[in-house]
């Protein structure tokens, strides 16, 4: 019996193929490595010491999906294959829609003609798009997506939920994930971005590692307590753990359930920069920049719903994030490009 991870070799997919080795699965991974590397699993066969099975296919190839659910036998799927960057999305919307919801259909289509019925996916706290309220439950409407790949997330959302109302048997489990940050604590694996980051924490080791010079910060004007954007980081391997959670929640045939993953604090940018200098002992270069179009004042998680019933719950805090984040960059400047 396997879990076929899809995205698997990228960055929260990896952590999530550790925490599911460790914790007794069999894991297959199914990636076209568009945003990714294979020398992400040979990494994490060192961390766990089992094999992952994988195929470097794309979600959209039929054939290559009837091939793996005839020949692997699957349980589960955790789909997180899909493209994320925003500011891509934007100007390449055909192929963020193509890959993100065509792909999906394929992969459902296939998943229920071969009778496997239980799916995880990684959706986002962009659904929410400018929060109704904060803390964010789960309750909070959905909002207007700024962006297309917002519009993937949310669609897909609606999609799987439709599919599960009219087929009881499915069981869905959307996953709002808030930011993810940080590495696996040996440092071998974590994120690895193509080009220049978008993300406020590899641009941070970037700019410690000294590849770039210094952080813009988008906006110092927020309705925040320092006037820049608050967020809900959470450690990339607690966000993991909460799949391996949500695996035993599919168990149960939950049909339909939607968790918010986040740790319920919010930190500015300028407390990031603060934590991080305090974690590593490097300075952090920056200068003040407009705001980014598209960005929210605040956005953190009331993760209460995932604690009562996933027991699930954030470990680490905002120190290990640094820190964990740094150790990977700092012994892998150039990622996974050995
Ligand atoms: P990532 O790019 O590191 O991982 C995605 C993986 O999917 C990559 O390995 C890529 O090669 C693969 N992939 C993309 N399109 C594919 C296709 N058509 N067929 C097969 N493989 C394909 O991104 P990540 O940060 O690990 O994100 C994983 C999932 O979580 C994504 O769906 C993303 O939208 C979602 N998510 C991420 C964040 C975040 O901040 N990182 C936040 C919320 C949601
Ligand atoms: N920021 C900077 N400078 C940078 C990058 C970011 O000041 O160079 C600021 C942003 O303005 C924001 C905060 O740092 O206030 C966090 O920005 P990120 O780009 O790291 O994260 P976002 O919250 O904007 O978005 C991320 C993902 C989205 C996802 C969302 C919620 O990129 O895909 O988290 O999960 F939808």
Redesign the pocket.
């Known amino acids: 019996m396997s879990i076929l991870v899809t995205g698997g070799a990228g960055y929260i997919g990896s952590h999530t193929v550790v925490e599911l080795q460790n914790a007794g699965y069999e894991v297959v991974v199914l990636d076209n490595l568009s945003n990714s590397s294979k020398e992400s699993l040979n990494r994490i066969k060192a961390i766990t010491g089992k094999e992952t099975v994988f195929y470097q296919n794309d979600i959209n190839d039929r054939a290559a999906l009837m091939e793996i659910f005839q020949k692997e036998k699957i349980t589960s799927c955790i789909h997180f294959a899909g493209l ?1 960057a ?1 500011g891509e999305s934007v100007v390449k919307p055909w192929e963020y829609y193509q890959n993100n919801i065509a792909g999906t259909l394929v992969l459902l289509d296939e998943m229920r003609k071969h009778g496997i019925k239980n799916i995880i996916f990684s959706s ?3 659904v929410y798009g400018d929060p109704a309220f904060i803390p964010i439950t789960e309750e909070c409407p959905k909002g207007t997506c700024t962006n297309p ?2 519009f993937t997330k949310s669609m897909l959302e609606q999609i799987l939920t439709d599919m599960q109302v009219a087929d009881p048997e499915w069981n869905v489990i959307l996953l709002r ?3 993810p940050i940080g590495a696996h604590a040996s440092g071998t694996i974590g994120e690895d971005p193509n080009g220049i980051p ?4 590899p ?1 941070i080791t970037q700019v410690a590692v000294g590849k770039l010079k210094e ?5 110092n004007d927020y309705d925040t307590p320092d006037g ?2 608050v ?1 809900d980081y959470i450690h990339v391997v607690d966000l993991a753990n909460g799949h391996v959670k949500a695996l035993s929640k599919i168990a149960e045939n939950c049909g339909l359930k939607i968790y918010n993953l986040g740790t319920g604090t919010g930190y500015s ?1 300028f407390e990031i920069i603060k934590n991080f200098e305090e974690a590593t002992g490097i300075k952090i270069a920056y200068s003040m920049k407009p705001r ?1 179009q598209g ?1 929210i004042a605040s ?1 953190y998680a009331n993760a209460d719903k995932a604690k009562a019933e996933l027991d699930w719950q954030a470990k680490y805090g905002i120190r290990e994030m640094c820190a964990d984040a740094w150790r990977w960059q700092s012994q892998n400047p150039r990622g996974y490009g050995v």
Do not use: E, P, W
């Open positions: 994320k925003v986002s706290a962009t790949y917002g994930y808030f930011n978008n993300n406020l924490m641009f952080l813009g910060i988008f906006g820049t954007g967020r940018v980014r960005d956005c």
